[in-house]
């Protein structure tokens, strides 16, 4: 027999289940053999394992450790000339494109289309002595519908990024795929929207829950009924947005206001709920403990080694510790957001704030997510930070940090870098979904609904104030009670305190087209170590270029070469 060989799209970025290469690359293409795919469950599922990997996380995608949201009035990197600088210098453009999630996303899109239609009603006729043969089918039979959400997935993340594009919802030959037209972003969110329709009834709902069809092994990152149900109410809280919402169409606003309330009730029926503290979101046990995975609804799971990894330390931790790089520092823009525990904003008359104690009694999400001076970060050091002038993690120390802090979040400060250390990698997870969010995109959409942030129905039958609250009251930090513009003002540093670095500033502001008040400058926090032992604070702001062209990114140019028929973004 004739062996069928195919060429099929893989995206390797990283691994959901299993290790990454160190650099962070990927193959385009693979060639197989068809019926090897077929021959198998565990070749059919290897081939799925393939999709997962095309999905999205920053622990550092640009050069040297840069997250996107040094790109954003979240954090600065602290190592000059680095690529993200473009992205706020100028140097942004169809040919510096920024990102490859153009050519990544339409692989992946190319390898699910591929998967169903080149890869369904197999029945591994050879398995069924097998005793896991029942479990094994079950699964397959599933595979068609984490493929479809992945390809939704996929045009969530390109619609946000690019406004319209072709939407390829079968196999096309290379000639017909590069003279496709883009679809406005209406149809793709529409598509996305549908698509999450019609797979969430049928697709697993809790893959800790297969009874007669489990196989004894874990099935974590892998798309469930809920992870549908999230996709769906996150697109069309995009979808509403001023950026793709241009004429305020309130029905938009209802819709992902009944999205984002059915994944709450949903979880809230299955026993599911927050994360007992903040912290543990990204503890490397996250996976696996029942009080913090309950929140985690799809998240990508990244190692290289069996152990782990420590490339969100080696990026971030301090300079002037044993291999520490400084990396992503939060602004004072983000410290600013955070509260006093007793709910008021610092700046708030009887917010009890003090000037020659900044960090004292403040919303301790700050201090799980910002390293500040005198702060003993990581765990495992014994003297505190010093990130004044002068000091040892501070300027003009090279690649200090150039605001005043560090990062905390995402980090695990148990990792010690240094070379005699024991304890060098563990587990890390990007949370694409979560419940916590969730929350704050109901309280977003109800509110623009309705108009009125103390304001519900029988179908909405939570307010915007009670939603925010509801993830305040985990952080321990007093009731939000603002009202009318007050409240939009503080449900978005709600969100900023929330969602650090968790990839959502830098979209949030782009879908709300507020980046004239936001991303035009940053504020840096210069310490001083006076005479007296004391510290004085002065604040500096830092300008940053914005064009509005940069709502949208530019499609790569030598995308536009290969296909004429694709019309460039506005202004780019």
């Not at 069309?236 to 059915?262: C, G, H, I, Q």
């Not at 006093?340 to 904003?345: E, F």
């Not at 050091?381 to 002068?390: D, F, R, S």
């Not at 507020?514 to 604040?539: G, V, W």
Request: with cysteine; glycine share 8%; hydrophobic share 35%.
């Amino acid at each position: 027999m004739k062996t069928k060989k195919l060429i099929i799209p893989i995206v390797a970025l990283g691994l959901a289940f299993a290790a990454c290469e160190d650099n962070m690359n990927y193959n385009e293409y693979t060639v197989v053999d068809k019926e090897f795919v077929e021959l198998t469950f565990g070749n059919v599922g290897g081939f799925m394992s393939q999709l997962y990997k095309a999905v999205d996380y920053d622990f550092g995608n640009y050069s040297n450790g840069a997250m996107q949201a040094s790109a954003t009035d979240e954090s600065e990197y602290s190592k000059i000339g680095n690529a993200i600088e473009d992205f706020y210098n100028g140097g942004w453009s169809a040919t510096n494109a920024k990102g490859s999630l153009w050519t990544s996303m339409f692989t992946g899109i190319r390898a699910a289309n591929h998967f169903l239609e080149e890869f369904q009603n197999l029945d591994f006729e050879e398995l069924k002595a097998n005793s896991t043969y029942k479990g094994e089918l079950y699964r397959y039979q599933n595979y068609q519908y984490e493929a479809r959400f992945l390809r939704a997935y996929f045009y969530f993340l390109l619609v946000r990024q690019y406004g319209g594009v072709p939407i390829m919802d079968r196999q096309l030959p290379a000639n017909e795929a590069n003279s496709l037209s883009r679809n406005t972003s209406d149809e793709v969110f529409q598509f996305i929207i549908d698509e999450c329709d019609a797979i969430k009834d049928d697709i697993i709902k809790d893959y800790s829950k297969l009874g007669d069809y489990s196989l004894g092994i874990t099935e974590g990152g892998r798309a469930d009924r809920m992870a549908v149900l999230a996709l769906r109410a996150r697109a069309a809280l995009y979808w509403a947005s001023p950026l793709f919402n241009p004429a305020n169409d309130n029905e938009r606003w209802y819709n992902a206001a009944v999205y984002s309330k059915a994944v709450i009730d949903e979880c809230a029926a299955d026993g599911r709920k927050l994360a007992t503290k903040y912290e543990q979101l990204w503890a490397s046990d996250n996976f696996t403990n029942p009080r913090i995975k309950n929140e985690l609804i799809f998240c990508y799971r990244y190692y290289k080694n069996t152990g782990g990894d420590n490339l969100v330390e080696t990026n971030n931790y301090p300079v002037g510790i044993e291999n520490g790089n400084g990396g992503n520092c939060p602004t004072q823009n983000l410290v600013d957001a955070y509260d006093m525990k007793n709910g008021k904003a610092w700046d708030e008359p009887g917010s009890g704030y003090d000037a020659s104690k900044p960090y004292d009694n403040r919303d301790p999400r700050m201090e799980a997510t910002v390293a500040v001076n005198g702060d003993v970060w990581p765990t495992y050091q014994k003297e505190p930070l010093q990130t004044y002038h002068g000091g040892r993690n501070g300027q003009p120390m090279t690649d200090a940090t150039t605001t005043g802090y560090y990062l905390k979040k995402l980090c695990n400060g148990a990792i010690d870098l240094s070379a005699n250390s024991k304890y060098k990698e563990s587990y890390h997870v990007y949370l694409n979904f979560r419940l916590g969010g969730v929350y704050l995109d109901y309280a977003e959409a109800a509110y623009r609904y309705f108009g009125d942030s103390n304001k519900k129905n029988a179908e909405l039958d939570m307010t915007a104030l009670e939603a925010v609250n509801v993830v305040r009251k985990r952080a321990k930090v007093g009731n939000m009670t603002a009202t009318g513009d007050e409240f939009w003002e503080r449900y978005k540093k709600e969100r900023m305190v929330e969602l650090a670095f968790e990839g959502h500033r830098f979209w949030d502001v782009r879908r709300w087209k507020e980046a004239d008040k936001y991303f035009k400058s940053i504020t840096r926090m210069n310490i001083t170590l006076n005479a007296d032992n004391t510290y004085s604070y002065e604040r500096k702001d830092v300008s940053r270029q914005w064009d509005d062209k940069m709502y949208l990114f530019p499609i790569p140019r030598t995308e536009i070469i290969k296909n004429p028929n694709l019309e460039q973004n506005t202004g780019w």
